[in-house]
């Protein structure tokens, strides 16, 4: 699994996205306080998988159930997502459970590469990426850019990320000319070492 620190920064990221869908949907009550709910629930979403499945009740805090089996069940966590969408408009209760239910999917993406893989329907998967609690900042890095995007899609319609992709399209440009001149002036050097003049 991804590392309990990992997990807790992939859950604030998903607690952005809700926030964000929640503010979209118009179901941010006033002042928008029913989004900062869905962030906060995000956040603790984003562990839920693992703190559930501790027996809190005892002395002990064992595991009440086996590692990576209903909590982490794909599915129900889907299932709520969905569920909790829809009644964004209708319901107080749908916006802090859709951010915990994003927080859930946010945990469950982060356990996939690693070899335990994820029950998501009925059989567990794995992506085989690597072994578990490495490349965290993989896992984080693309959590918080999925944060950016949505939350830079619903607050600013998107202008900072068509700024960024126009400027990184600009630059791969650039630096095909760059490579373009170059081979050319190579096949140049060539021509001359060769034949001892530039070709036509």
Excluded at 64 to 81: F, K, N, S
Excluded at 89 to 106: K, S
Excluded at 114 to 140: A, E, T
Excluded at 164 to 181: F, I, K, R, T, V
């Amino acid at each position: 699994m991804a590392s309990n620190k990992a997990h807790h920064a992939t859950g604030w990221a998903a607690g952005v996205i809700a926030a964000a869908l929640v503010a979209h949907a118009d179901a941010g009550g006033p002042y928008h306080l029913l989004a900062v709910a869905a962030f906060l629930m995000g956040a603790l979403g984003g562990t839920a998988p693992d703190w559930m499945e501790v027996a809190w009740w005892a002395r002990t805090h064992k595991l009440w159930i086996t590692h990576r089996t209903w909590t982490h069940w794909g599915l129900a966590w889907m299932a709520l997502l969905a569920y909790t969408y829809l009644q964004l408009p209708h319901h107080l209760w749908a916006p802090p459970l859709f951010g915990f239910a994003a927080g859930g999917i946010m945990h469950l993406l982060a356990d996939w590469p690693n070899p335990l893989g994820v029950p998501w329907i009925f059989r567990r998967h794995s992506l085989r990426w690597w072994k578990s609690g490495r490349h965290d900042l993989i896992v984080i890095a693309c959590a918080w850019l999925a944060a950016v995007i949505v939350a830079d899609h619903v607050f600013f319609d998107g202008v900072h990320w068509q700024r960024c992709s126009a400027l990184l399209a600009d630059l791969a440009q650039q630096s095909l000319n760059a490579l373009a001149a170059g081979w050319d002036a190579l096949l140049r050097w060539q021509h001359q070492w060769r034949y001892g003049s530039a070709p036509p």
